[in-house]
Structures are given as C-alpha cells and as structure tokens.
C-alpha cells in the first residue's frame, strides 16, 4: 500500500525545536521530489519546502527560511523537517507529499500538529 | 509570490446539478516545456487533502469522471458535473510553476 505516515509533532514553547518525521512506503521514495505543506486548523494550504529526489535542491517559503530545515534518507525512505525558532503562527498541522506536478502520482500523509504556546 | 484567486469562496449546490469554481493566477501558469501546471485539490472533512486535477486538465487516477478541469495561462474552472454528498468539503487551486508554489483561498461545496 502506498503510504506517507508522519510523527515528531506536539506542544512546543516560543523559540523551541521539533524534527517532524514521513515514513514512506510503497513506491520508489528516491524517485520523487517531496514537500511540507502546513494548514492552520480551519484554514487554506501553504507550501512549506520541497526537496529533490536526491537531496541536491531545497526550496523554502520565506516565513520559514533560516528557521526550517527540510531533509531526507532515501536509504531508510524518510523525510524530515526540522523545525526551529518556532513561533505561534508555525502553529499547523503539518502534511508531507509527494511533488509530481507532471505526473499522475501525488500521495499525502495524515499530517502531524504542531501547537507553538507557552 | 503568484497569487492564486478562486471564486465563489462558498458553493452551496443541490444534489445531481452541477458545479463550477474559477480560479485566476497573478501570472501565468504555462512553462517553457509547454505544460501548465494547475492542479485542483479536494479536502473533505476531518482529511489530508486529495489531487483531483493536474496540468489543468488531468484527472488522477481514481477521480470520477464527474470531476473536470479546464483552461489556460491565468484562467482556470473545475468543473463537477452532477455533485454528490461525497463531494462536500474544499476545494484547492495550486499553481506549480513559480516558487513559492501557492494555493488559492479554498471554495467550500456544500449540499442545499
């Protein structure tokens, strides 16, 4: 079965730190792009950061940059977020998905939330 | 940023007619290869959301042929034929061709 299943996300202070976490399985993980993609509860989609297939390209909005760092192991078929200098309004829940703009091929996770509150 | 415009921001519709929401890039969508990349998502209640839609007028596999994207460069409608109560929730424009990628607003469908 196809399937991105994220972990890592909770309640988190002002200024802190999370590494959220997608587990892949059931397709060629190394063979796509990937993305975070964040909703704040009752609201619209914003793109996060993609990555390349192989890791040599990364790409950040401009509210996260220098704060957010996106990775991957395609060896252990994962992708990451490292989230830091975390704020209130990071507060989300968090998607990972594949990035096929071209392709008939676009898997999401469940998404993981973060809350930012002291 | 390319700022992505949808309308009408809520639909309420009677089962069995159709639907339609517009959306309307700042830029437009066509790239060098020739592709425009427009795609249409659909969030239902309490989900991750759901490609619908692809390079405009692409369904993905598994979306019923009910479902229809449609038009070109700054100028895109997707199209729901006869709505059933399945297809309650919002719906997404996104265009993927300009960083960051954006989505627009989200049009709510709701039954009358």
């Known amino acids: 079965e196809v399937q991105l299943v994220e972990s890592g996300g909770g309640l988190v202070q002002p200024g802190g730190s999370l590494r959220l976490s997608c587990a892949a399985s059931g397709f060629t993980f190394s063979s796509y792009w990937m993305r975070w993609v964040r909703q704040v509860p009752g609201k619209g989609l914003e793109y996060v950061a993609s990555?390349?297939?192989?890791?040599?390209?990364?790409y950040y909005v401009d509210s996260v940059k220098g704060r957010f760092t996106i990775s991957r192991d395609n060896a252990k078929n994962s992708l990451y977020l490292q989230v830091s200098s975390l704020r209130a309004e990071d507060t989300a829940v968090y998607y990972c998905?594949?990035?096929?703009?071209?392709?008939?091929?676009?898997?999401w996770g469940q998404g993981t939330m973060v809350t930012v509150s002291s | 940023d390319v700022v992505m415009t949808q309308s009408p921001l809520s639909l309420p519709v009677t089962l069995g007619q159709p639907a339609s929401i517009s959306c309307r890039s700042s830029?437009?969508?066509?790239?060098?290869?020739?592709?425009?990349?427009l795609s249409w998502f659909q969030q239902r209640p309490g989900q991750s959301p759901r490609r619908l839609i692809y390079k405009a007028s692409n369904r993905d596999p598994g979306v019923p042929d009910r479902f229809s994207g449609s038009g070109s460069s700054t100028d895109f409608t997707l199209k729901i034929s006869r709505v059933e109560a399945e297809d309650v929730g919002v719906y997404y424009c996104?265009?993927?061709?300009?960083?960051?990628?954006?989505f627009g607003q989200g049009t709510r469908v709701e039954i009358k």
């Open positions: 998905a594949t990035q096929s703009r071209g392709s008939s091929f676009d898997v």
């Open positions: 830029q437009s969508l066509v790239h060098s290869d020739g592709s425009t990349y």
């Open positions: 996104m265009q993927g061709i300009h960083w960051p990628w954006t």
């Open positions: 990555i390349s297939h192989d890791g040599s390209e990364k």
